[in-house]
Structure formats: C-alpha cells, structure tokens
C-alpha cells in the first residue's frame, strides 16, 4: 500500500475520527489490514506480514507532511464557508426587504472574495461562477433600491413640463412596501441612500458597487440606476423644472393636492393673461410644498438650484406692473402678498447649508421707495418708444430716400468728428454705462435688444478679408512688364505702367461683396441732401414722449433719470436702424447726422454714428492692408513678381467706390475731411511706406518695382475736392517723392536733399532709405553723416 492509498483511507474517514485514529496504533493497524488482502492478490511473491507492510510503507514524517496539508486545505476550505454564509445572508435580507442589510452583506461578500483570492485562484471555475453570482446580487440590490424610491416614495412623470402638458409629482413620507407591506419611513432610507450610495452628495463613478462587477452589461445596468436614482431623487432634477417653469412661465400654475399637500401640480391655464394674484399664489404653492412637504435637506438642495429666480421674478412682477402693484389706492393685498413672499424667502435662504441668497430688502425699497416708482412710471412710457421703433423699421417703405432737404455743410464747426454728444453730460454717459444691466431688467420683455450690439455689427473680418485676398496660385496670369531702368525717374516709365492697369472704377465687381451695396443717388445741388424718413420720425418720437412724460404729470420727476433713459432709447434707436439697414450704411450714416443736426436730444446719437462710420472705414482698411501687405511680402522675396492685386482684383477701384464715393457723400466737411486724411495717412504711410522701410535690403529691381507700384497707387487715388487741403497735399506730395527716390542714384538723392526737397520726412526715415537701397561704401557713410550733420545744425 502506497503513501497516497494512506491518503485516500485517511481522507476516507469522517472529520472527528481524525484524531483518534492517528493516537491509536491498533486501530491504525486494522485499518490497513483490510487492505492487505487486495496487495497479496496483485503480488506474485509471498504475502508480507501485517508488521512488514507498516515497516516498508509507513514512514512518520511522510505522515506529519499529509497532516499538515490536509490541515491547511481544511482550514482554507471553513474560510469559503464564510462566503457561502454572506451570500446566505444576503438573501435572507433580501426577502425581507432590509436592503440597507443587503447592501452591507454585499460589501462583506465583496471583501471576502478579495481575501480568498489565492484560494479562488486555484479553481478558475469556481471563482469565475462565484464572479458571476455576486454580481447578480448587485443588480439586484440597485434595482430594488430604485424601485422602492421610484415607485414607492415618488411619482415623478418621465413627461417634461416644456411639452406643455399637466404634470403631477406625488411624494409619500411613510409607504408600505411589497407583498408583506413593510412599512419603509423616507427620511430614514434616504439618509443610508446618501451616505452609502452618493456620499457628499456626488455620484462617484468609481463605487464599488461599480468597478467590483466583472460584466459590462450589468456594470452599465448599476450605473444607469445610480445615475437615475442621483439626478431624479437626490438632485431632483425633474422636479426642478417643473418648479421653475412654474416660477419663470405666467402660462402655468402650481397646485397643491392630496391630503397633506403631497402632490405638487404643475397645470396648463386656459387663460394665459393670468392675474398677478394667480401668479403670486403659484410662488406660495411653492414655497409651501418645499418648506413644510419635503425634508430640510431635499428643500435645500432644491433651493439651492431655483432661489435665485424667486428675487429675479418677482423683481420683474413690480417692474412690469408698477401701475397695478404700486399705486395708491386699493392694492395694498398685492403689497402684503409680496412682502409676505419676501419674508419666507429670506428666512429660508437663512439656513445652514443654503448657498442661495434672497435680498429681501432691495424689494421692499421697490415697493415703498416713491422715487424708485416714478421711475418705473417713466420706464414704462420708454418701453411703448421702443415698440414704436421696431414698427417703423419694420416697414421698408419708412427707409426709402425720398427726402430732398437743405445740408449743413458745417465748414467751420470744430467739435470732434468722432462724436461730441449735445445736451447729455459726461456724467450720465458714465451712468448708462454702469447701469446697463438694470436697463436690461427694465426692459425684461425684450431681451432681443440687449446684445443687439453684438448681433448686428458682428462682422468676420477673417472671412472677408479671405475672400478677397487671392494668392498666387489664383491669381490670372498676365505679360510680365519689362521696364527700363531710369536713373532720373521719367514720367513716361510710370506711365508706360499706368497704361497696363485699366481702371475701370464703374465695374463693381470685385473679390468681396460690395458691403456698401446702394450708393444714393448724388445727382443733387452742393447744398441739398437725400434722405429716408428717420430723421422725421425721431423727431416726432422724440415730441411725442415728451408730451407723454408731460401729461403723465407723474410725482418725483427726475430730469436725470429722464435723461439716462433718453440715452438708452437712443441706443436702441440706433441698434435697430442698423439691423435694418446693413447694405447701405452711408444712407444710414447721413440720415443720422442729419437727426443730429435738427435735434438738440440727439448726443448719443452723435456718438454712435460716429463710432458706427468710424467701424466702416476700419472694415475696408483691413481689407485694403491684407491686399497690399500680401503683394509686398511677394515682392520682397521674388523680385521679379509682376502680377499686381491693384490688376486683377481691383484694389483700385475698390478703394474709390468703397471708401471714397461714400465719404464725398458727406455734407459736414469736417468730417469727411478728417475721415479722408486719416485713410490717407493708414494708406500712403502705415500700408505702404512704413512696411517697406522694413525690409532688409531694396534689390536694384524692387527697387523699379516699388516705385511704379507707388507710381499707380498715388495717380489712382487723387481726391480733387480735397486739393486746397494742406494735409492731403502733404500727404500726396510725400508719397510721390518715394515713389522718385526709389530710382534715383544716392547724388540724386543728395542733391535734392541739398536743395530741401525732403522737408516732409524725418532725418531717421531718409537715412534708412539711403541704408536700403545702396550697398555700404564710404559714399554711402559720408551722405549719411551730411544728412546728420545740416538736419542737426538746422534743428540746433
């Protein structure tokens, strides 16, 4: 008999006899015996005797090896029982429905798995069922968790309230649950759903119950429960927007039904011009339902989400209806309502953990402040102007330039061109500015004009500029032009250069879109303008609201609020008018200026016509610059680069029906003149002059190429109602002078400027001309120190 037939008899006999037979040798021995029999049939030899067997196959140590072993898989086989007992647990807990049990038989179950991992590890099929088991048991803790808060203490519709239907929410503190009606008390049960589940009130995608499943399918089950169970009855998502499309929407009303005010109802009204009454008892419905329905907790977290809009709305109720809430007589109930609100509110946002805030006395200074009530007063005859406003611009028949009307030329006014607003101090222009959101709130009921700024002036410059802006590749291709090189700067080189560009200034084609679409008609006498009805209609809106403000004989009149108010209506005057006429923003311009001029209530008017061209011309420097910065870059690498822009995409004529066909539209010479010089100065100097004295070095070739390129650009772009004009014949004459030095020999340049002739440029910029086109030799150095030397002696 073999160690391991010793082995199978040991293991043979039952648990308590172990020791026993070990400490009995007789019995040891009798045991064996029954064996012998089955050895002599299978030997050839003679039996041995039962003392021979023992001595041959019994060794102790071999025996105190087994029975330490067969201890151990003894020992670690009573550990597995533990995890058959939590899984007997567990289901014992189960159909009681003690499910806070359940899930601490889980978390057990789940810590014992670990600490017998290198016993499970041994069997892979016994731990990949008992893997599998376990995580059944977490779908079905999560699933009955869900189902008791879902179907027992809350009723919530899956239905949403911006679907316009009537939605109800039903809430029960105490429910008795299942078959055996086991009573289950909210408040108990939800404190061990937040803590266990959602502890700080956050839903960790890394619990447990989560990452220790080993199937995906079921991992997502539990997550899409937990997320349910967080958002719906832990956040309160739901129910969130079903109470505050009932704070912010006049169109629904919320009721209170059930017993003990448990279901919250959020009704449709038939009638949707609702009373300020129906819409104060909404809030009290409220109120009620999350202070005294609901745990304090629930109602905080609640609060936390929606207070803000009880002080904003009801700040909009006072506002909207001051007439109704805040006159004299008969409408103290309205008062005491809100007051009554007020009060709750603030005590309740007063709370611990609230983080919600309810400025209860900024609201009853609105009620009781008589100042703040003439104001609204005013408020709301402003209100009525911008309705008028929107329905002149409305009709296109009101902006047709069917208005023949004197000019005022303005020769001789010398009040900024960029606005200088009449009869509105600096110290209200500063007010509008601050109050700007106050002004939003007053005119809550359209918000459409609040960004209107930013809505009808938002231009992409990127795009435009994109458009129009061709590269190389797209460009057509045309005869390089060959010309000769002049040392004395002829004429006819330049013009031999002119005659390849053919400007055709009627052509209105070019890379863009013309953004000044509808040039008026400018068939008129020097002295006559045309324009659309808007300077009529302002004046008569204007008119019209001072006889308003007179009639209303309203108490505590404020000739400075009056006047903020004034200037935001005339802000809106001017949004809506330039959403109304985007392509042709010249028309707009002089119909402004000419309201300006024929109103004394039109400062910020002033301001913003100003800002409003000012935006314009920005808008075709930046298009102008792209265009001439993409040639020069080409040129200063590739010298022999002919295909001008000016050519094929028509820079020139862009220039004149673009920038100066609208500006000779101006009847105030002040303005158009400074408009003028000011492009004037961005294009001979900042574009072109101050771009190319950048370069590194003028190669004898660019250095032909830059002076007709200057050449076409100063023949193509003369003004002549501008020629009795210092500054542009400065401007003009300077430019002209580059495109000159450009191809002149370094004596040349001396000599003329021995002879004055660069009174227009400074001693720095005619040095770094002379330092970019000629190579550095002494002639070069002692032309410069002559430069230095008579500027400085002239200057001392």
Not at 485 to 508: K, Y
Request: net charge negative; charged share 25%; aromatic share 10%.
């Amino acid at each position: 008999m073999n160690n391991s037939e010793i082995s199978s008899t040991l293991n043979s006999l039952p648990e308590n006899k172990f020791p026993s037979i070990l400490n009995n040798r007789d019995i040891l021995v009798a045991s064996i015996k029954n064996d012998i029999e089955s050895t002599i049939e299978d030997s050839p030899t003679q039996p041995p005797t039962i003392e021979t067997h023992i001595k041959a196959h019994i060794d102790p140590f071999v025996i105190q090896q087994e029975d330490t072993q067969l201890s151990n898989d003894l020992y670690e086989l009573n550990k597995l029982k533990t995890i058959t007992s939590l899984i007997m647990e567990f289901k014992t807990n189960y159909e009681l429905m003690e499910y806070e049990n359940c899930y601490y038989s889980l978390q057990n179950l789940r810590k014992k798995i670990h600490e017998n991992e290198p016993i499970l590890v041994k069997n892979y099929h016994l731990k990949q069922s008992l893997s599998s088991y376990a995580d059944g048991l977490h779908v079905q803790l999560i699933e009955a968790i869900h189902s008791l808060v879902s179907k027992g203490f809350w009723k919530i519709p899956t239905v949403s309230a911006s679907d316009n239907q009537n939605v109800s929410i039903e809430f029960q503190k105490i429910i008795h649950w299942g078959n055996g009606h086991i009573e289950f008390e909210y408040e108990f049960f939800i404190d061990f759903l937040r803590d266990a589940l959602f502890p700080d009130s956050k839903f960790d995608l890394q619990n447990w119950l989560i990452t220790e499943l080993v199937s995906t399918d079921l991992q997502q089950i539990v997550k899409d429960n937990m997320d349910s169970l967080f958002n719906e009855y832990i956040q309160f998502s739901t129910l969130v927007h079903v109470l505050k499309t009932g704070i912010m929407n006049r169109n629904y009303s919320i009721v209170l039904t059930g017993e003990a005010s448990n279901i919250i109802n959020l009704q449709t009204k038939l009638n949707s011009k609702s009373s300020i009454q129906d819409y104060l008892y909404s809030l009290e419905n409220i109120i009620e339902y999350l202070k005294n329905t609901l745990l304090e907790r629930d109602s905080i977290t609640i609060f936390n989400q929606i207070g803000n809009y009880f002080f904003n709305e009801i700040i909009k109720l006072i506002k909207s209806n001051t007439y109704i809430i805040l006159e004299d007589d008969g409408n103290d109930i309205l008062k005491s309502q809100i007051s009554k609100i007020c009060n709750t509110l603030s005590f309740l946002s007063k709370r611990n953990t609230s983080i919600w805030k309810f400025d209860e006395d900024e609201i009853t200074h609105l009620l009781n402040n008589r100042q703040l009530q003439s104001n609204l007063l005013v408020d709301k005859l402003f209100e009525t102007k911008i309705t008028t406003i929107r329905d002149f611009f409305n009709n296109p028949k009101n902006l047709l330039t069917d208005h023949i009307v004197p000019s005022k030329k303005n020769n001789n006014d010398n009040s900024s061109p960029l606005g200088n607003g009449k009869n509105v101090s600096n110290t209200e222009a500063e007010d509008e500015t601050n109050d700007e959101d106050d002004w939003n709130e007053n005119w809550s009921e359209h918000d459409d004009d609040e960004n209107a700024w930013g809505d009808e002036i938002d231009v992409d410059l990127e795009s435009i500029a994109n458009k129009s802006i061709k590269t190389k590749k797209s460009m057509k291709s045309i005869k390089s032009i060959k010309t000769s090189a002049s040392t004395n700067g002829d004429d006819d080189d330049w013009d031999a250069w002119n005659d390849e560009v053919e400007i055709d200034f009627d052509n209105q084609s070019i890379g863009q879109k013309s953004i000044n679409k509808k040039i008026p008609n400018n068939n008129l006498n020097s002295d006559e303008l045309l324009i659309s009805g808007i300077p009529n209609f302002y004046k008569t809106l204007i008119l019209s609201l001072k006889n308003e403000i007179e009639n209303a004989e309203i108490p505590n009149f404020s000739e400075e609020y009056y006047n903020y108010k004034l200037n935001i209506l005339q802000t809106t005057f001017m949004v809506i008018a330039i959403s109304k006429m985007r392509s042709n923003w010249i028309q707009l311009y002089t119909d402004i200026q000419y309201t300006v001029e024929t109103n004394e209530l039109a400062g910020r008017l002033n301001e913003l016509n100003s800002r409003y061209l000012e935006f314009h011309m920005n808008l075709k420097k930046r298009y102008i610059s792209g265009v001439i910065t993409a040639e020069l870059s080409i040129l200063e690498k590739n010298d022999n680069y002919s295909n001008w822009q000016m050519k094929d995409n028509k820079l020139l004529p862009f220039i004149k029906r673009e920038v100066f066909q609208p500006l000779l539209l101006l009847k105030n010479y002040n303005t158009r003149n400074y408009f003028f010089i000011n492009f004037f100065q961005f294009l001979y100097e900042e574009t072109i002059t101050k771009k190319i004295l950048n370069w590194n070095v003028i190669s004898e070739k660019n250095s032909e190429n830059l002076s007709n390129l200057i050449s076409i650009i100063w023949k193509n772009t003369e003004v002549i109602e501008l020629q009795n004009l210092k500054e542009y014949q400065e401007l003009r004459e300077k430019f002209l002078i580059v495109s000159k030095l450009l191809i002149l020999h370094l004596k040349d340049i001396m000599e003329m400027f021995y002879n004055g002739d660069f009174y227009l440029f400074t001693t720095e910029e005619l040095i770094q001309w002379v330092i970019l086109l000629f190579a550095d030799t002494p002639l070069r150095k002692n032309s410069i120190e002559d430069i230095r030397e008579i500027r400085g002696a002239a200057e001392e």
